[in-house]
């Protein structure tokens, strides 16, 4: 598992520099969160899941069970067909987890500063080649499962669901019924 973590940090260092330029007109900054609580759906793969989730069992016991508590808030919000501020949002409007934020939060940034009449604008080059890198990142995780944060977080705390995908198998009728309801994708039907 450690190889597909390095894997996936050079994906984000390849994206990272291939698209500096362009980043570097981004009106965003420090303590700006608009994208973390208005821009939509935080989709990870797996991997990036099981990242965080180390990131996440490194933290102090107290901030893991808010963490949690938010993130089952934010899945029944989205079984409401609303959206939230994601899990990892700090009050001081930081993200606890920056250095371990999956490609959705690292691809993000715009032109302009956000509000919910003008969203993120960002450039054509930098989307295209962000879709080049999550197509990576799938196949990098052939035997996982792409899907907001959230659910795949949920996914991976379930001991069936985190023994199989740790195995290196894919079960995909395990996933199917959960999937169609809450948006999930198996990688390796990309």
Avoid: W
Avoid at 57 to 79: F, G, H, I, S
Avoid at 89 to 114: E, G, Q, T, W
Avoid at 121 to 146: K, T
Wanted: glycine share 6%; charged share 25%.
């Amino acid at each position: 598992m450690e190889n597909k973590f390095l894997e996936a940090a050079s994906i984000y260092a390849a994206f990272d520099a291939d698209t500096a330029a362009c980043r570097r007109e981004a009106a965003c900054s420090k303590g700006c969160a608009f994208c973390c609580t208005d821009a939509g759906s935080i989709d990870i793969t797996t991997l990036e899941g099981m990242m965080i989730r180390n990131a996440v069992r490194k933290m102090p016991r107290a901030r893991q069970t808010r963490v949690k508590k938010a993130l089952a808030r934010d899945m029944k919000r989205r079984e409401a067909g609303k959206t939230g501020p994601c899990a990892f949002l700090m009050k001081n409007r930081a993200c606890m987890i920056y250095a371990d934020r999956p490609f959705a939060c690292r691809r993000v940034y715009s032109l302009h500063v956000c509000t919910r009449d003008a969203p993120p604008r960002v450039h054509r080059q930098v989307m295209a080649r962000g879709a080049e890198a999550i197509a990576a990142l799938q196949r990098l995780d052939g035997n996982g499962y792409s899907g907001h944060l959230s659910y795949v977080l949920h996914m991976l705390e379930a001991p069936k669901f985190f023994q199989t995908y740790a195995a290196g198998d894919s079960r995909p009728e395990e996933v199917m019924a959960f999937g169609r309801s809450h948006g999930i994708v198996i990688n390796k039907m990309m």
